[in-house]
C-alpha cells in the first residue's frame, strides 16, 4: 500500500486523480523525458548514417548509437512501470494516435514498410556497395565495425537488418517484461525469447559461420550466410531449406562438419522435433518462445496487439490464406526435391523456379512477412504474417487443433465479460465468447502467448497442457443461469 500511495502522489503531482489502484500518468517526468530522448539520440544516429553522414570513429558512434537505444529504453520502461502498481496496463491505449490507428500509427507504417522495401529490393539505398569503387557506404558501412568484429568482414544488408532486428527485441523485451511483470508466464516467456533471438539467430550464426567459412578456399561461391545459419529457422518458414542452392551450399566441403550438421538439424527439426512438441504444448513452444518472428511481434508489437480483427470475416480469411500459403510451400518444395534429384529445373514443362520459388519469394516472402507483417503493425496489430500467412504456423497449428495437450481453461463462473481478454488477443480471437460460457479454448491459430490470461482481471484463463482425449479438450459445461429453479440440483451433482 505504501508503494502504492507513493506512485500515486508521483504521478499525480500535476493532475489530480483519485484512483488509487491504477494512477494515471499523463505527463513524463524528468527521467522519462531523458531516457526517452536518449533512445530517440540513438535512432537519430542510425539516420544520420543513412543519409551518409561521415563520424569520425564509427566504431565508438555505432555502440553509443546501439547502447542508447537499448538503454534508454530500459530506463524509460523501468521508470515508467516500476513505479506503478503490477498488474495490467491498457492505460490510454485508444487514446493514443500510435496504438489506435492515429496520423503516428501512419507515420510509423510508412517509415517501416519503406524500409522493407528498400532492405529486399534496393538495398543500394542503404549503402550496399554504393561507393565508387564498390564499397559500402550510408548505413551498411555504419556496422562494418560490428560485422568485422563478428565475422571477420564488411556488413551486408542482412547483417545490418540482423543487428537491428535483435535490438529491438533486447529493447522492447525489458519493456514488456516491466510491463507484464505480475505475470511469471510472461517474464519467463519474454526472457527466452530474447535469449534464443541473441544467443540462437544472432551471436552463435555468426561465429559459427566464422569458424566453418573459408573464402579463399570456397570455390563454388556458395555462401552460409546469417539467415542459413540460424539454428531455430525451421522449414516450412525457411522455405528455401530444400532448394538446390541451398542444399549445395550444406554440402560443400569447406563448410564441413557444420553444413551437414545443419542439413540433418533441419530435417530432425519439421519432421520429429515441430510435431512432438506442437503435440506436448501446442504451437506456443516456437510461435512464442523461439520465433523471431514472433519475438518482434511480441516485444516490439506489443502495442498494437488490440488492433488485430476479431471479425468473423477475418477468421475465415485468416483459414483460407494459411492453409493455401502452407500447401503451396509443400507443393514447392516438393517440385524443389524433384527438380533436385532428378536433376532438372522443370516439373511438368513448368520452369520450377519461375512458377513457384520467384512468386512465393515475392510474394510471400518478402512482400507478406517483411513489407506487410512489420510494415503494418501499426494498422492492423502485431501478429498479420503469423495469423494470414505463416505456413510454420500453418503447420504446427493442425496439430494444435487435431493433435496437442494443449488448451485453454476458463472458469466461466468468474468472467464478468470485461473483454480485456478478446481486445489483447493479437490472433484476433474472441476469448471472451470461450470464457463466458467457461468453454475450453482450442484454436489452431492460439500462439500460445499467454496475454489473454495475463489482462484478465478476474484470473479466468489458465494455458494448460493435459490429456489429449477430445472429452477434457472440448469441455463445454452446462450454463448454470441465476434464474435456474432448481440450483439445488447442479449443487448435489
Ligand atoms: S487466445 Fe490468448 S494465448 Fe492465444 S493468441 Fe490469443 S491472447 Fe495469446
Ligand atoms: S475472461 Fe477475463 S478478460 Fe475475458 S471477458 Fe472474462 S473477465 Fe474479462
Known amino acids: ?34 531516457s526517452f530522448g536518449s533512445a530517440i539520440l540513438g535512432v537519430l544516429f542510425l539516420a544520420a548514417a543513412f543519409l551518409g553522414v561521415q563520424f569520425p ?48 500509427a501512419w507515420v510509423l507504417s510508412i517509415i517501416l514498410t519503406s524500409f522493407y522495401i528498400v532492405l529486399y529490393w534496393f538495398p543500394k539505398y542503404l549503402g550496399l556497395q554504393a561507393g565508387t569503387s564498390g564499397k559500402n557506404t550510408g548505413l551498411v558501412v555504419f556496422f562494418d565495425p560490428l560485422s568485422n568484429l563478428l565475422h571477420g568482414k564488411d556488413a551486408n544488408q542482412w547483417f ?40 540462437f539467430a544472432y551471436v552463435i550464426p555468426e561465429i559459427l559461420a566464422t569458424l566453418n567459412l573459408n573464402d579463399a578456399t570456397n570455390t563454388q561461391g556458395k555462401y552460409l550466410g546469417w539467415y542459413d545459419t540460424d539454428l531455430k529457422n525451421v522449414w516450412p518458414l525457411d522455405y528455401d531449406f530444400f532448394s538446390k542452392w541451398h542444399l549445395d551450399a550444406m554440402q560443400v566441403p569447406d563448410y564441413q562438419p557444420l553444413g551437414m550438421t545443419y542439413l540433418i538439424w533441419g530435417i530432425v527439426l519439421f519432421l520429429v522435433v515441430t510435431p512432438f512438441l506442437s503435440y506436448l504444448v501446442g504451437k506456443r513452444w516456437y510461435c512464442s518462445w523461439i520465433c523471431g518472428c514472433g519475438g518482434l511481434a511480441e516485444t516490439a508489437g506489443d502495442s498494437f496487439r488490440q488492433l488485430s480483427s476479431k471479425k468473423l470475416s477475418s477468421w475465415k480469411l ?12 509443400f507443393v514447392m518444395t516438393a ?14 514443362g513448368l520452369s520450377i523456379y519461375t512458377y513457384f520459388q520467384k512468386p512465393y519469394g515475392f510474394l510471400i516472402g518478402a512482400a507478406f512477412s517483411g513489407v506487410v507483417g512489420v510494415g ?6 502485431n501478429r498479420v504474417w503469423c495469423r494470414f500467412g505463416c505456413p510454420m504456423a500453418g503447420y504446427m497449428g493442425l496439430f494444435q487443433r487435431f493433435k496437442s495437450k494443449f488448451r485453454i481453461t476458463t472458469n466461466g463462473g468468474q468472467c464478468i465479460s470485461c473483454g480485456n481478454c478478446s481486445t489483447y488477443c493479437e490472433q484476433g480471437i474472441d476469448v471472451r465468447f470461450y470464457a463466458q460460457k467457461g468453454q475450453n479454448i482450442v484454436r489452431s491459430s492460439c500462439v500460445g502467448c499467454g496475454v489473454c490470461s495475463a489482462v484478465c482481471p478476474r484470473g479466468v484463463l489458465k494455458l494448460e497442457n493435459g490429456l489429449n482425449d477430445d472429452a477434457t ?15 439445488m440440483k447442479y449443487t448435489k451433482k
Do not use: C
Request: no cysteine; glycine share 6%.
Open 318 to 329: 485468416e483459414r483460407w490464406m494459411i492453409h493455401l500459403v502452407m500447401v503451396f510451400v
Open 1 to 34: 500500500m505504501e508503494t502504492h500511495l507513493k506512485s500515486y502522489k508521483i504521478m499525480n503531482t500535476k493532475h489530480s486523480s483519485y484512483a488509487i489502484s491504477n494512477p494515471h500518468k499523463i505527463d513524463l517526468d524528468g527521467v522519462q523525458k531523458a
Open 57 to 104: 570513429d564509427t566504431r565508438i558512434v555505432l555502440a553509443i548509437s546501439l547502447s542508447l537505444i537499448i538503454v534508454g529504453t530500459a530506463i524509460y520502461a523501468r521508470r515508467t512501470y516500476l513505479l506503478q502498481p503490477e498488474g495490467i496496463k491498457n492505460n490510454h491505449v485508444w487514446f493514443n494516435p500510435l496504438t489506435s490507428r492515429g496520423v503516428w
Open 335 to 348: 517440385a524443389t526435391l524433384y527438380g533436385y534429384f532428378a536433376n532438372t529445373g522443370t516439373i511438368f
Open 160 to 199: 545490418v537488418y540482423g543487428t537491428l532486428y535483435t535490438v529491438l527485441i533486447v529493447a522492447l523485451g525489458i519493456k514488456f517484461i516491466y510491463k507484464y511483470r505480475h505475470n511469471k508466464y510472461q517474464v519467463v516467456r519474454t526472457s527466452v525469447v530474447m535469449g534464443s533471438q541473441v544467443l
Open 376 to 381: 503494418f503493425y501499426p494498422l492492423l496489430g
Open 473 to 487: 479438450r472440448y469441455i463445454e459445461p452446462e450454463v448454470i443461469l441465476g434464474n435456474d429453479i432448481d440450483l
